[in-house]
């Protein structure tokens, strides 16, 4: 069976439009999240980019970048403060200088036992199943995937056609 594209007629009210669910829903999640790391002294950006430290130490910026979606002129002001916060080392490649490689320094690790309440908390706080949560990241992965496709196309279609 072949799915055809929804067409819309008509303009749509703000409680039917996908990305005032998507704005509005993060919204709530940044506020959810922000007492919770305020106890840890770091933003939610911040917590991202320890999350991914945590689960890969050592990385690479542009890692970190393409992990976190982010561009370097974004990630490394934000590797600077941790940094200067003492939860992370920044240390220039002796093979390619242009490459600087993130490290979680001890105290940086030690961050990481307080995170796991951060994610009990939130997991309690959807008053959703484990397995449902998972469905729906899942779903917003292939959402976020397609419109960074669609949003890319364009871009690709300069580079071809200069």
Do not use: A, F, N
């Given at each position: 069976m072949v799915e055809t594209r929804p067409t819309i007629n008509r303009a749509l009210k703000i409680n039917e439009l996908l990305c005032f669910s998507l704005y509005s829903a993060n919204h709530a999640m940044n506020r959810l999240y922000k007492p919770l790391l305020l106890k840890m002294g770091l933003t939610y950006p911040q917590y991202l980019a320890m999350s991914a430290l945590w689960e890969n130490d050592d990385q690479f910026v542009g890692a970190l970048c393409e992990k976190l979606h982010l561009e370097s002129n974004t990630l490394?002001?934000?590797?600077?403060?941790?940094?200067?916060?003492?939860?992370?080392?920044?240390?220039?490649?002796?093979?390619?200088?242009?490459?600087?490689?993130?490290?979680?320094?001890?105290?940086?690790?030690?961050?990481?036992?307080e995170a796991k309440e951060v994610s009990a908390c939130i997991l309690d706080a959807t008053g959703m199943s484990e397995k449902k949560l998972l469905k729906l990241k899942k779903t917003i992965e292939v959402l976020r995937e397609n419109l960074t496709d669609t949003a890319d196309a364009p871009k690709q279609n300069e580079k071809l056609s200069a």
């Open positions: 490394t002001p934000l590797l600077k403060r941790l940094e200067l916060l003492g939860y992370v080392k920044r240390k220039r490649d002796l093979k390619d200088e242009r490459k600087v490689k993130v490290s979680l320094t001890k105290s940086g690790r030690r961050l990481r036992h």
